[in-house]
């Protein structure tokens, strides 16, 4: 068990160790954090070794220069120069935010980046500013389309985070596929079948092993199978992807670089790295900020009050789970996987940052 | 069978007759005809009925005075006063259409208005100005949120419409359940079960009867059950709900007034009508529109060509169906069910509006 800021310290350390300036190293420590607060560790340190990979093999540029490259006053093109996607994800976000000041919302679509960790953090940003924020990215092809055996797009995340006034705000956060990736790999290591609805064998035929991405299978995409529209989940898939990499220019779809170091990058790729998409609108754009956060409140408190089939359950509202975590973890620290916690130790010894 | 022209024609009197312009009345022709010729028949003249009932019984104002009450540059709050849903929504549209035009991008929430049938139709405007159009609507409560049986979100369903060179344009346009709720009907008059993952019983319960509904029942988000992924689909309508109408004062969740006029309107409701939210974005506010129609029929390309699972089967792009249905339907003509032709003869004749 780590307390959350000897964590940190050690994540800025090797970052800065590796060539990251202390504000990026800073800023990709709070996003894996943040990510293991909220309950999210596979968006947390476990990428570390895979991101220090990235970097190690040429693909990512510890020393970026993020520029805008086309804008108008209520959007903008950011070019990431391979930067971890954390730093030119934040970036982006801010554009988004100051164009909102200025003229009520702003959007911005970023190419030539990385994987860039939880989308919720960067939709989080806008909450502060009295904005909705959006934040989406697409990301290594897994998922099937409907009526395909080919993969053909990532589990393409959304989030969106809308403030209220007495209730903690809304934060929905979520991948446009049944499951995380990461699912997977825990029924696997737990020797469980995966429920129907998740995956597809090479042929296209449902089944329930969870190792099937090995063997030629893919994910599907939210809804599962096409009786129960999984042609709606590969629409919103889709749009995850064009926002983020045609609006931009980065890779899309099939030519959405691996995340991972040990797999090669596709030559000939149409765009640059992966791409992400940004939103933030002011609220007081729509109604005064007071209004719509006394409206917030009533919406959030009509749907936790609602009726509950059983005892045991209750109506959530996006973010609740998270944020119930985020409180619990930041008191108690972070406790690692024995195998993460020995991964990251060796990558510290490398750059001569301990992990004690 | 009856020519578009014909049925075109014959709503067109239908709504003047009713006090409607005679712009007015067009639109509301054109996008009922565009539903049935797109295959959408219960947004179609299915509907005629229930917009004269809400017109007769005062909920709908034929002639309203829809305003901005509410702007900045890139943003407007639209109030419909009571229009019939297709006349603010289209003027809602068009003026993020112009924001965008100026700015980069338009959005625009919109309150007191009613059912607005297709929002694929709103989200296509944008498509001859080179914009991505975005369309999103409240609608009825008849949904749970993931564990709850209380009816809180409407289908609410989103379109996404985004240009291409030489393909037809993406036009993504669904509900964000597994199904629209006419499908229930149609098992329903079928005599046939349902499949599980569609709705559930009053108590909570997976259940297979399409008549659920009327027995306390509710359907379900997209995703169906929590294991595959059904608070992803809450996430998801919840957003179209809240930017709707929370952003707009129109009314959110279980205040939304019905669409048919045989069921009361619940008092002391929190906004304002039905609530709508459109958006722009201008194509060449993030790169050269050339260059993006040129990677997205690189993209649809990749797309439609990916491997089918057998040869019954293809990767369909979003939007495809219904254009190929468009293009059968204009020139063969519409046919309407008998008990529907039934219905908006007996209507036309109270208005003195022939139907042959």
Not at 70 to 90: L, N, Y
Not at 130 to 143: C, E, H
Request: neutral net charge.
């Amino acid at each position: 068990m780590y307390t959350v800021n000897y964590l940190r310290k050690f994540i800025q350390n090797l970052f800065i160790k590796i060539g990251c300036s202390s504000t990026d190293a800073s800023t990709i420590a709070d996003v894996l954090i943040r990510a293991e607060l909220r309950g999210i560790p596979s968006h947390g340190l476990l990428r570390i070794p895979d991101y220090i990979m990235l970097y190690e093999s040429g693909r990512i540029n510890p020393v970026p220069q993020i520029n805008i490259v086309h804008e108008t006053p209520s959007t903008a093109v950011v070019d990431g120069d391979r930067a971890f996607g954390m730093i030119a994800a934040k970036k982006s976000m801010q554009i988004a935010i100051e164009k909102a000041a200025v003229v009520g919302t702003g959007w911005v679509s970023t190419r030539n980046s990385n994987h860039f960790g939880i989308a919720g953090y960067y939709a989080m940003m806008a909450l502060e500013h009295d904005m909705i924020g959006i934040a989406m990215t697409n990301a290594n092809p897994l998922v099937a389309p409907t009526f395909s055996v080919s993969k053909l797009l990532g589990t393409n995340p959304v989030a969106v985070a809308i403030p209220a006034a007495n209730q903690p705000p809304f934060v929905a956060d979520f991948a446009t596929t049944p499951i995380a990736r990461g699912k997977l790999e825990i029924f696997s290591k737990k020797g469980l079948e995966v429920p129907f609805g998740y995956v597809q064998d090479k042929e296209g035929q449902p089944v329930n092993d969870p190792d099937i991405l090995k063997k030629g299978g893919a994910m599907l995409t939210l809804g599962g199978d096409y009786e129960h529209g999984s042609h709606k989940g590969y629409c919103l898939s889709s749009v995850v992807d064009i926002f983020s990499a045609v609006l931009s220019g980065a890779n899309f779809g099939p030519f959405v670089p691996p995340s991972v170091g040990y797999l090669p990058v596709l030559k000939n790729s149409p765009g640059l790295g992966t791409g992400h998409f940004f939103g933030a609108m002011r609220i007081d754009a729509f109604q005064p900020a007071e209004n719509f956060k006394y409206y917030m409140d009533h919406w959030i408190g009509t749907f936790r009050n609602a009726r509950p089939p059983d005892k045991h359950e209750k109506v959530l509202i996006p973010g609740d789970p998270e944020r119930e975590l985020e409180r619990i973890n930041s008191e108690k620290g972070i406790e690692l996987l024995p195998a993460i916690e020995k991964e990251i130790r060796i990558i510290g010894e490398k750059y001569n940052v301990k992990l004690a």
